[in-house]
């Protein structure tokens, strides 16, 4: 089980933190990524991390604004968003794939949260 919380409506240029919660099976076992899909478009990687934590990999239009993280003691993983822009408006998805790491396919993960709308307002 994944579960999303922390979204809501901000302004143009907050923050804004994501966090993921999971249960059910070995969290470190997964690797972890954002998702996020805006009305009419295709689902969107965001960034992942790795299943130690050690390493993390960025969607080109968050590259520099979003930092994501794990903790396995813990069972979650965050989204910090900072300077966000209305383009990044979206329901915001947390996904855990056993096999592939770096993955930008949706399809590759094996499980997801119910997601989390942020909406970022001009």
């Known amino acids: 089980l994944i579960e999303e919380s922390g979204g809501g409506l901000v302004q143009a240029g907050d923050s804004l933190r994501l966090s993921c919660a999971a249960s059910?099976?070995?969290?470190?076992?997964?690797?972890i990524a954002w998702f996020r899909q805006a009305p009419g478009k295709q689902r969107e990687f965001v960034a992942g991390v790795w299943r130690s934590g050690g390493r993390t990999y960025y969607g080109e239009s968050v590259k520099g604004r979003f930092t994501v993280g794990r903790d396995n003691v813990k069972n979650t993983a965050w989204l910090q968003m900072n300077s966000l822009e209305p383009e990044d408006t979206a329901v915001y998805y947390c996904?855990?794939?056993?096999?592939?790491?770096?993955?930008?396919?949706?399809?590759?993960?094996?499980?997801w949260g119910q997601g989390t709308q942020v909406t970022v307002s001009s």
């Open positions: 996904a855990a794939a056993a096999y592939y790491s770096d993955s930008v396919n949706p399809d590759t993960y094996n499980y």
């Open positions: 059910g099976r070995p969290f470190s076992n997964y690797y």
